[in-house]
């Protein structure tokens, strides 16, 4: 089955994004699904029906045979597949992940930032520095798509001038 | 979207409680769930609904341009002068520690006050994006 119509296609991964984030609800990362619901069911469909608005919402037959993708998506996802042979039990308290620095946060939080949403604890106080740098990358974001987006139509008399 | 009537009021209603929900997960996100990012793209969203069902003219009288980008720069700038304020203040970069005289207490303050520039710049960000999106089709066609 294919959708060669985007305006479809924009609909189904803002619903995909919403289901997602149900599932982090239901795997108990209410953050990550506040995330989730509100910038990929939200904001990122608005700006895919404003671009659909900008180039059409049917995508042109392609030029070559599905092959070749296909190939790659097979070897990629076997790949991945294979890599998580060697992967911890999904939800094991022994994992590593869960004793490195994670017993310190759940353990001391409380009383060395003392409030209660751990995650907060962990991205603007312990991680701080992080996520100053992830705040920058936001801006940065925004720079390059003023910079691609933002240029004004020239009047013809300019351009020659150019030239 | 100009001529429909329950959209229009609909817009009108939501947006000052999605303004209202955006600071709410911005100021309690110590004690549930979000914080600056999330609160600065509820507080986007609110302007992006009033942009669709407006247009991009009456959402621009409220938030210019200028403004709006002005914000995604500030908000790096509150994020990292809290980060500055804290090393003048005896403390490392970001050490929020001796922002009060109870560590615990100046834990708190810092918190809110990087979340508070995470919350600007995200806002400002996405508004931005919104306004090129929607503003590039206009003129050049």
Known sequence: MRIRNLFAVVMMAGIYSLLSAGLFTIMDAVDVAFTEAAVGAGISTVLFLGALALVGHHERKPGHTPLLPLIVVLVTGGALVYGTMDMPPYGDPGNPVHHHVADHYLEESPHEIGIPNIVTAVLASYRGYDTMGETTVVFTAAVAVMLLLARRPRRPEEEEDEA | ?141
Request: charged content about 10%; glycine content about 18%; proline content about 4%.
């Open chain 2, 1 to 141: 979207m100009r001529e429909q009537v329950i959209v229009r009021v609909g817009a009108k209603v939501l947006v000052p409680f999605i303004i209202l929900f955006g600071l709410y997960v911005h100021f309690h996100g110590d004690y549930s769930p979000g914080g600056g990012f999330q609160a600065g793209v509820i507080l986007a969203a609110a302007f992006v609904l009033y942009g669709l069902v407006y247009g991009l003219d009456a959402v621009q009288r409220v938030l210019p341009p200028a403004f709006v980008q002005a914000c995604a720069a500030l908000g790096v700038m509150v994020f990292a002068g809290v980060g500055v304020l804290t090393m003048f203040l005896g403390g490392n970069f970001l050490g929020y520690g001796v922002l009060a005289h109870d560590p615990e207490h100046g834990q708190h303050y810092g918190i809110i006050g990087v979340e508070a520039g995470v919350v600007i710049t995200v806002f400002g960000v996405m508004v931005s994006i919104f306004y090129l999106f929607a503003g590039r089709g206009r003129r050049s066609g």
